[in-house]
């Protein structure tokens, strides 16, 4: 577009200003979402707040990992890969996502005669188990706490087990940024 141009710049305002007008319209403001982000951020409610890991069986838990790694271009190591990505409500927080491979027939997945577990990131994981047991789900676990977050694991109402995990995404956050971006 030529910017000498008088029309152009009429388009170019015009079109800056029915952008805003909607944002502004539809609540996106700046303040909105400030304020959006500040509620996130001081939101406790026990709730699944995003997608942790996904945990598969295979026979050869290094093949495969070899094929991901030579053929989709994943960063793998001895646990499979870690998928990185930022928290909208903090930016600046990098949040991990686990993908492994299972060796056929790890009793990790027991009881679930699955052949997958998918590891739910939670917020409140105290209060979460306690809304759980309130309503008769399986709680197949303690409570465990590590470095990087606390774990517990659950059965739904298909018979799969769950992994819940309360993260310390700093904790994981590899020092050799061997991450699949």
């Known amino acids: 577009m030529n910017l000498t141009n008088g029309s152009g710049i009429l388009k170019k305002t015009c079109l800056v200003s029915f952008f805003m007008s909607m944002l502004i319209t539809n609540g996106y403001t700046q303040s909105s979402m400030e304020n959006k982000t500040n509620k996130a951020a001081s939101d406790t409610t026990p709730k699944v707040t995003g997608i942790g890991g996904i945990f598969f069986f295979t026979d050869n838990p290094k093949e495969t990992s070899a094929w991901y790694r030579k053929y989709l271009g994943i960063d793998t190591n001895e646990y499979g890969s870690s998928f990185e990505s930022r928290n909208i409500n903090k930016p600046e927080e990098v949040n991990i996502l686990q993908w492994s491979p299972f060796k056929t027939g790890s009793a990790y997945f027991a009881p679930s005669k699955k052949e997958f577990m998918i590891n739910y990131r939670v ?54 940024d061997k991450t699949t971006k």
């Open 123 to 176: 917020q409140n994981i105290e209060g979460l188990v306690e809304k759980l047991k309130a309503n008769g789900v399986t709680i197949v676990d303690s409570i465990e706490t590590f470095e990087y977050g606390k774990f517990v694991h659950v059965m739904d109402g298909d018979g799969n087990k769950l992994e819940l995990w309360e993260p310390i995404d700093s904790a994981l956050t590899p020092k050799d």
